[in-house]
């Protein structure tokens, strides 16, 4: 009995002595057992180290990596510059013939200047009897549509914004943009407004068509996701340079899948300045009317522009190109067949709409002809399309 005794004490000596020193170690260092590492990233970017006490998950400050910083620092400096766009039209009532405007659409869109411009896509207003521009502080204003280029699906809008100075989107260049680089799209897609989302361009060089029908060349290619009421939204680099608008998607289902148009940057400023100033593209023109029948230049195997008719006084007329015309007996003389201008080779209509499209009015330009089956150069100044 004498030796159980002794190993109960025994037992109760250990277990009081654990406990004490428990006890004495945390009263010696509560410093060391309530803190940790962490990370923080300062108004920067810069990621620092430093000691933190223990708390709650719930009263942790968010930790953001240095892309996460910059790509909110991107969104919040551009989403003033960027609108959501609706759109009404008119509509009469079957049996009282009475009317009223009626909800058209949506879109997005984007300030160009301070003087209240604003851009998107033609198909955003097209058919459209009114359209309103409203801000991310939700300032509305009517808009007045002041020129269009259906053939390359971009719009003009202007208001009388009265909220201060607007911020337009600085520009970038699109000439030089490369396959795999960060892009972010900012628009309202589904009617969410300000909805921002990334990826990268994934190619270049794509041709779609336009709303006239007229194919857009030199498309970006981007797997950032666009879905309906994107349109006419910006699309920016990494440094939050407009480099491309927002203009359609590839998808079976109506629904972003990966897949998304956006139309350069480079076009958009060549054409913008002529919408506001003319209301549509003044292009420059050889000052000759082409065979439009798809159908006779396919039977007839035709591989260039066939010129119809040259405008009197123009630059074509003055380098002496003939027209089509009928003999004596009534054969037609097919005219001059545009084949080429300057360094690129022209198969159709639109290829050499297209070529001339790289220069001024007042330019001359060397062009190659076929008459007669020989081909032949000539100089002509171009025109003006107005």
Do not use: C
């Not at 004490?9 to 004490?20: D, H, M, Q, T, Y």
């Not at 909800?103 to 604003?118: K, L, M, T, Y």
């Amino acid at each position: 009995m004498k030796s159980i005794g002794r190993i109960i004490i025994s037992v109760l000596l250990i277990v009081v002595g654990f406990f004490v020193g428990t006890a004495w170690n945390n009263a010696q260092q509560p410093e060391q057992a309530s803190e940790k590492t962490v990370a923080s990233t300062d108004e920067a970017g810069e990621v620092s180290y430093q000691k933190d006490r223990e708390r709650d998950p719930g009263d942790l400050p968010i930790e953001l990596t240095p892309h996460e910083v910059k790509t909110i620092n991107l969104f919040e400096q551009a989403v003033p510059s960027v609108v959501y766009i609706t759109t009404s039209t008119i509509k009469r009532d079957y049996w009282s013939r009475n009317e009223q405007e009626v909800p058209a659409g949506s879109g997005s869109g984007f300030v160009w200047d301070e003087n209240g411009h604003i851009i998107t896509n033609y198909h955003v207003v097209r058919s459209a009897s009114s359209a309103r521009v409203t801000f991310a502080d939700q300032t509305s204003y009517q808009a007045d549509l002041i020129g269009v280029a259906p053939e390359k699906d971009l719009a003009v809008l202007k208001i009388d914004y009265t909220g201060g100075k607007l911020e337009p989107l600085p520009l970038g260049i699109s000439e030089n943009l490369k396959v795999g680089q960060s892009v972010y799209a900012i628009g309202n897609p589904f009617g969410l407004d300000y909805t921002l989302t990334t990826g990268v361009i994934s190619a270049l060089g794509r041709e779609i068509n336009s709303q006239s029908g007229r194919p857009i060349r030199d498309v970006i290619q981007t797997d950032a996701a666009i879905n309906p009421g994107n349109s006419g939204g910006p699309l920016l680099n990494s440094s939050g340079r407009l480099i491309g608008v927002n203009t359609a998607i590839y998808s079976p289902s109506g629904a972003s899948a990966g897949i998304g148009f956006s139309i350069p940057v480079d076009v958009v400023k060549w054409a913008v300045p002529d919408l506001i100033q003319y209301g549509r593209i003044q292009r420059p023109v050889l000052g000759v009317e082409l065979l439009t029948n798809q159908q006779v230049a396919d039977r007839m195997d035709l591989n260039g522009a066939l010129i119809i008719n040259v405008t009197r006084g123009s630059g074509a007329a003055r380098a002496g190109l003939r027209g089509t015309t009928r003999d004596g007996n009534g054969e037609i003389q097919l005219g001059d067949v545009i084949i080429g201008v300057e360094n690129v080779d022209v198969g159709s209509n639109n290829d050499l709409i297209l070529a001339l499209e790289k220069y001024n009015v007042g330019d001359v330009v060397n062009v190659k002809i076929r008459r007669d089956n020989k081909v032949q150069d000539v100089e002509i100044k171009l025109g003006s399309s107005s």
